[in-house]
């Protein structure tokens, strides 16, 4: 996924789950999974924290992601046993912070029944 880098759009980020369109998905079949600024943003993206990715993931892809126009963003974070859904209004992120056994809302999927430690606790 084409992002910013300074004042340049010159890199990538590669999300550790990315959601597209249907359409969207099929198009890259024959060719490589990079989407272009060109193309619509991912309905979803997430990011699972590291102790090397933390800055990155809280700040740097927050700021870009929402340049970026997607419009959900989750942050799972293991090490502090939280769920971060970072939705996009007017440009900039709200965040919603869940832990334990409340349940997800996530506005992209409405219908979705988990909670955080469902998450959180999911074999590897």
Request: glycine fraction near 4%.
């Amino acid at each position: 996924m084409q992002s910013p880098r300074g004042s340049r759009w010159e890199t990538a980020r590669i999300p550790d789950v990315v959601v597209l369109p249907a359409v969207q998905w099929q198009s890259m079949a024959d060719r490589e999974a990079f989407i272009p600024l060109n193309e619509p943003s991912p309905l979803l993206v997430v990011e699972v924290v590291s102790p090397s990715t933390i800055t990155i993931d809280y700040r740097a892809k927050h700021s870009e992601y929402s340049v970026l126009d997607i419009p959900e963003y989750w942050i799972v974070d293991p090490m502090e046993e939280k769920i971060t859904i970072c939705t996009l209004s007017g440009g900039a992120y709200t965040d919603v912070v869940f832990t334990g056994t409340q349940m997800i809302t996530s506005p992209t999927f409405s219908g979705l029944k988990l909670t955080a430690t469902n998450i959180l606790s999911a074999q590897r």
